[in-house]
């Protein structure tokens, strides 16, 4: 199967710029995640959808951060403005439960790096 | 809410020698957990993982992991390394629930560097 397609995989910008990162999970999973990773740390939730429905944004910084998933399929996570501290890379990953025991499966990520 | 400890943040290893990387969790309830593996310049991949059952779970490449449910550890092990295993590694625990949404949460991860 197809795996977790994300682009782009680098993007360089300036402080207070705007940026938006895609993804596309494997066909037929309902549940998609992105993640935030900072150098030396593990991945962090920033938001969950259940098909096009938000799940969990309780750590997503809703005053720069948004993200959509229309159709149910396909997302975009978008960051403006973007501050030096958003320097990470984003992570999308998608399962086909819709909760407890899953396994995820991680696109290659996007590596952001704010100027 | 759950938490995920790796105290081992960085470990060098020569070919051959024997590898334990420490995990351990926090949280009340049952629990599933998992050993996810980044290689240089690869994404995060499944290494294994325990549901339920026998507490010694094998993976992929020669790996296995304990749970320990009294002490609240999985610990991820490998008898002989090779270079090739060279990676970070991250342990993620997630409850258990009674339906409905629960969340995946990770640790900091282990880098280990094999030396050949």
């Known amino acids: 199967e197809a795996g977790v397609a994300q682009s782009p995989r680098y993007k360089i910008i300036e402080k207070r710029q705007s940026v938006a990162f895609w993804c596309n999970p494997i066909?037929?999973?309902?549940?998609l995640y992105w993640y935030q990773q900072i150098l030396g740390q593990g991945p962090k939730l920033l938001i969950q959808?259940?098909?096009?429905?938000?799940?969990?944004d309780s750590q997503l910084p809703k005053d720069r951060f948004s993200a959509e998933r229309l159709k149910g399929v396909d997302s975009t996570l978008k960051i403006q403005p973007a501050k030096l501290e958003d320097s990470a890379v984003y992570l999308c990953?998608?399962?086909?439960?819709?909760?407890?025991?899953?396994?995820?499966?991680f696109g290659a990520g996007s590596r952001l790096t704010v100027l | 809410a759950q938490s995920v400890s790796q105290h081992n943040h960085h470990v060098i290893l020569s070919e051959a020698a024997s590898l334990e990387l420490g995990c351990n969790y926090s949280y009340g309830g049952t629990v599933n957990l998992f050993w996810y593996v980044q290689y240089p310049g690869q994404h995060l991949q499944l290494l294994l993982k325990?549901?339920?059952?026998?507490?010694l779970v094998k993976g992929i490449k020669g790996f296995e992991a304990e749970f320990i449910k009294s002490k609240f550890s999985f610990n991820l092990r490998k008898p002989s390394v090779q270079w090739s295993d060279t990676a970070e590694y991250f342990c993620a625990v997630i409850p258990r629930g009674a339906g409905g949404y629960q969340k995946v949460t990770f640790g900091t991860g282990t880098k280990l560097q094999v030396i050949p």
């Open positions: 959808f259940q098909n096009n429905g938000v799940v969990d």
């Open positions: 325990y549901f339920s059952g026998d507490p």
């Open positions: 990953a998608s399962t086909g439960v819709p909760s407890g025991a899953n396994v995820l499966t």
């Open positions: 066909s037929g999973h309902a549940t």
